[in-house]
């Protein structure tokens, strides 16, 4: 699923760039140096010890289940990676250290709020929208279902509720926008977190905290804060000893990802034509391209000229 | 309100030349008062400075874990959970394989050491991005050796939940670490130790699995007052334990032995462990293997001898989980007498003589039935007195 979708993007992006790009300029496209320094959060992902406390603030924060405490002590669910699902904003993973077998690296996952997201350039009424704050925020009342966010965040950050039949949402960290709204309130996770692993504050300090973190323990940390660039930049930050694609984060370039989903999303209103020309080449491509195994990108892909 | 406190840090530097020394010189970065002062009006009188460790601090003095104190009870955050008890002294003694004090210390300044509390903040958390909040700092102390150690990140190895009524109490011994956090370790079957100075009778066997196993000895029994570096060096190696006198584990259970009779330990040779039949005329085995001492004689310490009878320990009501062998007893049952249940003949209960009058109209002759084979009984001992089971000769121990 992961694959489909991130080569489906592919062959978007590919697609933008040697069929439209030149319809588009790229000065229509939103720029990140423009945008307002927000918050974010730092990661330091030495410190962290699995706990999935994280987790636990996070599920009960939004009610997403309602396990006691005690059963986040189970360790056993590190054997199989898990990721991001509509009732799971945020997921603790371990990555064996094979310098040390008795301290292995915990990641938490969770929405990383781009600073120029695209999941919200690629949704066509605007339900996802980054705040003032640095929050990537979704508004169930505004989105029509279509996921397109999930194509494109480069991520795989949003979840649906293919579950609910009636009313079914698009799911992922809120940045719990409602309590950081409050003076001092501090996301749920970050508030829980027992090492202190995480650090809420202005994404500006952050990046030089962290910098200075690296400056003052080189043999410990990567020199990489992962957010600092990638996909144009990333309101949650982290900090390694490990190279972040040991540790299964996607190797992103610093170009923001909108400047290609956007092209194409407002090539549709303009050009109206030459997408759908484009959407049904893709289709066309993907299957012939994929054969058996496409079933899935093929759909959606057919689903987006419908 | 930023701008109005750096100013009166400016000012408070400027005006009090003695402070001025340590003080930032105006214009160059000076950081946020709180970094030093407790208060955010310092005065000349009181400068309300923080004890706290101040950027290029000295290493902390150097101090014996002996001198440390035993326990803290950290109950600055507790809400969900009961304070935490913390065993300083314990862990005092364990960073002495380390780097001292300052191995959780850190950035101590010269003077008194400081607790955690001392610089990190309580509340607000996060009000200082470049240091963990008080909650964060203490597990980052706690779990930055136990992640590694023991592999224990459970909350429960530190905390206990709040429960109405549930108290704060220190565990009897801060050194036993054998019985509150070693994992579990399988103890050698036995020790077998010369002593070179005892001419003649070198040897002394522990048989240190029955000491455990059977004997139902706790690990700190014997293991008092040990530290992780008794028996580690620091890369968690195990090495033999040292004592300052072998003697001083034995003399707390066998003191008059130690005391008075040598060969009580020390042999010509290796010795065989304890052997129940032996030692008292009782065979233990197929029904009373897995039993361990204590269940027949419960007192502590000094065994008492047992009467053999069934009903010294199993109650009168009590039925056989599996057939006897009721031959022990120099009676063998034939096979219809094995069939019936202890009570149809015992009508007293287990211990009591069997009445033959319950079915039979006479008395029947049982004489027949008798084993050859001498009941496997010792005498009931005359008295109560307790019978010193590992006192007395060589060869009442060991023949
Ligand atoms: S990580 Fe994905 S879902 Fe989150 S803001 Fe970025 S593009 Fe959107
Ligand atoms: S910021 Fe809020 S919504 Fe996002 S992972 Fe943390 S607790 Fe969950
Ligand atoms: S609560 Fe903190 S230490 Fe625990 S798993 Fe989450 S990030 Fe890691």
Redesign the pocket.
């Known amino acids: 699923m992961d694959l489909n979708r991130r080569r489906f993007l592919q062959f978007l992006g590919a697609g933008a760039v040697g069929g439209i790009s030149t319809a588009v300029t790229p000065a229509e496209a939103s720029s990140v140096e423009n945008i307002s320094d927000g918050y974010g959060v730092l990661v330091d992902t030495t410190e962290c010890i699995g706990c999935r406390k994280?987790e636990f603030?996070?599920n009960r924060?939004?009610h997403l289940t309602d396990l006691p405490l005690e059963r986040y002590e189970d360790t056993s669910v590190f054997e199989t990676e898990r990721w991001l699902q509509a009732n799971a904003?945020?997921v603790v993973n371990r990555h064996p250290n094979p310098e040390n077998a008795a301290k292995p690296t915990f990641v938490k996952s969770?929405?990383l709020h781009c600073l120029d997201p695209a999941c919200a350039s690629a949704c066509l009424v605007g339900a996802l929208q980054r705040q003032e704050n640095g929050a990537v925020t979704y508004d169930a009342w505004k989105c029509m279902g279509c996921r397109y966010c999930m194509v494109a965040c480069p991520f795989q950050v949003p979840a649906y509720e293919y579950g609910n039949a009636l009313t079914p949402q698009v799911r992922k960290?809120?940045?719990?926008a409602s309590r950081t709204a409050q003076e001092g309130g501090l996301?749920?996770?970050?508030e829980m977190c027992p090492q202190n692993c995480l650090t809420y504050g202005k994404r500006s300090e952050l990046l030089a905290l962290a910098h200075e973190k690296i400056a003052g323990n080189p043999e410990l940390y990567q020199d990489h804060v992962y957010g600092e660039s990638e996909a144009g930049g990333t309101s949650w930050l982290y900090l390694a000893a490990r190279p972040f694609t040991e540790l299964k984060f996607q190797d992103i370039g610093p170009e923001p990802i909108p400047h290609l989903t956007e092209t194409i999303q407002h090539s549709i209103f303009k050009f109206g034509a030459l997408p759908l020309m484009l959407y049904g080449m893709l289709g066309a491509v993907m299957r012939i391209a994929k054969g058996g195994h496409g079933r899935h990108a093929e759909t959606t892909a057919e689903e987006e000229v419908s | 309100m930023k701008y109005l406190i750096v100013i009166a840090c400016v000012i408070t530097a400027s005006a009090f030349p003695s402070a001025a020394q340590e003080h930032p010189a105006a214009g160059a970065e000076v950081p946020a008062c709180i970094t030093c002062h407790v208060s955010e009006n310092p005065t000349e009188q009181d400068a309300a400075l923080k004890a706290c460790p101040r950027p290029n601090a000295e290493a902390a003095p150097a101090h014996e874990s002996s001198e440390s104190p035993d326990f803290f009870i950290l109950d600055k955050l507790s809400d969900i959970y009961v304070p935490v008890v913390f065993p300083h002294k314990l862990h005092a003694s364990m960073t002495e394989m380390g780097i001292g004090c300052e191995q959780c210390h850190h950035n101590n300044p010269p003077g008194p050491i400081l607790g955690c509390s001392a610089c990190h903040e309580t509340k607000p958390e996060q009000a200082n991005l470049k240091q963990p909040a008080l909650k964060g700092a203490y597990h980052r102390q706690c779990l930055g050796c136990h992640r590694e150690w023991d592999h224990e990140t459970d909350c429960v190895v530190c905390h206990a939940k709040r429960e109405p009524g549930h108290p704060v109490a220190l565990p009897a011994d801060s050194t036993d670490i054998m019985g509150m956090l070693h994992p579990n370790i399988e103890e050698p079957d036995i020790k077998v130790y010369k002593a070179e100075d005892m001419e003649g009778t070198p040897f002394v066997s522990f048989h240190h699995r029955e000491h455990v196993q059977l004997f139902g000895l706790k690990c700190t029994a014997c293991h008092q007052r040990e530290n992780c570096s008794s028996c580690h060096n620091s890369e968690q190696q195990a090495l033999p334990r040292e004592r300052e006198d072998p003697h001083q584990d034995c003399v707390r259970c066998h003191t008059e032995q130690v005391n008075n009779d040598c060969t009580f330990c020390h042999a010509e040779t290796e010795r065989p462990g304890f052997n129940h039949e032996q030692r008292t005329g009782f065979v233990l085995s197929t029904f009373h293997e897995g039993v361990t001492c204590t269940q027949c004689h419960p007192q502590k310490g000094a065994f008492t001898g047992q009467k053999p009878e069934c009903n010294a320990c199993h109650a009168a009501d009590w039925v056989p989980t599996k057939p006897i062998d009721h031959a022990v007893t120099g009676v063998a049952l034939d096979e219809t007498h094995a069939q019936l249940g202890c009570v149809d003949c015992h009508t007293g209960g287990i211990g009591t003589p069997a009445v033959c009058e319950a079915c039979h109209d006479e008395k029947p002759d049982i004489s027949k039935w008798s084993t050859n084979a001498a009941p496997v009984r010792v005498p009931a001992p005359e008295t109560s007195a307790p019978v010193e089971e590992h006192k007395g000769t060589g060869a009442k121990r060991y023949d």
């Open positions: 994280c603030a996070c924060e939004h904003y945020t969770q929405c960290c809120t940045f719990c996301p749920a996770c970050v």
